[in-house]
């Protein structure tokens, strides 16, 4: 596999809307990837494409046979990329929407007294959706203590907690506070050894832009993403589930499609720019590979972006040409540790004797884009435990540069003295 060398990165670059350039601001860096990855051009013009047609799905006109043809493609285009042979997937109204919907279908679909086990490394949508939904199903909610100091948890904590009476549980892929990833196929084998009947839901969220999604491998029964963090646009969730899950009593309308998880007439341009998505990654597959099977390609995009990505957080944490890196920079502090394998793309950081919020202003001042995390309900599960009351999070992505970093590293230097 070749990695993303100078030429390629221009080219990638070229792919994006706004890779450098803020409408608002200006000239400017983009580090906030977590919070939102950039978009493709490509979606932009699909996504107005769409939003001009006025004729709906479901009817006998040429139209409307396009837009279903449209629907089926991208469902066609994600089961390849996600590795989902079986199964459905739909879309809803957000990432956070569709993780309350799988969960408390989960929760009222199985019997009072069992337990729902999640962990404290998840983001509130799930840790919310369970806390509401396993009182409301008469079961109790139990959460699996994750490790502060490594910023993620090993599938160990998790069997330590499961018991035979474990009906759903949850699994984050990846923190989008520490930026660390969980093993997800080896959690959800430590709960099926225990509760091999169990509904085993992922936040692949934060995980899905730096590509490796590999649902055959995990044995689980959701995941759902958010596409505006994976280079399409705000305004709609994507989940696939098993069958299991998907037979479930869930909202439907009477005398409909039983097993239909969508609520009324969904936006085909919404399901159009994830084929563009797709499309995207096949792109970088046949960059960095010479393998001809679809599949193939978004396993090489996703291995090539995590290679980059990996380069870019090196750099960052050891430095690069003639400036040091974080972890030599004696004010600054990183959360999850120097050198850890479960970093992807991403790091959280504290400097002594200045208040993150300034951090992130000053860093904002000179044209670099970070983000606060404070000990709010987002993040203060991650915070709370390291007695932190807020840091700054570095968030790249694959298109992100080398000078970008180094830019960075200068400012952030300046700061800390």
Known sequence: MKSIDQTLLVNIRKKFAQVDHCPQQGPRVFFENAGGALTLNSVVECSALYASIPDNQGRDNPASHELVRVINKAKDDMRVFMNAPGGQFFVGESGTELLFRLISNACLGTPEGGVV?????????????????????RQSHVLVQHDGATGTLEPAAYAAKVTKDTQVATIVHTSPVTGMSVDVAAVAAEIRKVAPDCFIIVDGIQ?????????????????VISPYKVFSRHGYGFAWISDRMGA???DCLIDGPADNWEMGTRDTGAYATLSEVAA????????????????????????AIHAQEKALTDAMIHGTGNLEGLAEMEKVHLI???DNPAREGLVSLYV???????????LNAQGIRTHLRKDDHYSGNILKPLGLASCVRVSMCHYNSAHEVAQFLAALKTIAE
């Open 248 to 250: 479930l009593p869930h």
């Open 207 to 223: 995980h899905a832009a730096h590509g490796r999604i590999d649902i055959a491998s995990y044995d689980i029964d959701g995941y």
């Open 117 to 137: 086990l999640g962990s404290t490394l998840e983001h509130p949508a799930t840790r919310s959706a369970c806390d509401r939904w396993a009182k409301i199903a």
């Open 336 to 338: 999850g540790g120097v």
């Open 280 to 303: 995207y990654f096949e792109w970088l597959g046949e960059q960095v590979s010479d393998t001809t099977d679809r599949r193939e390609k978004f396993v090489a995009a996703g291995e």
């Open 352 to 362: 002594d004797g200045v208040p993150s919020v300034d951090v992130v202003a000053r």
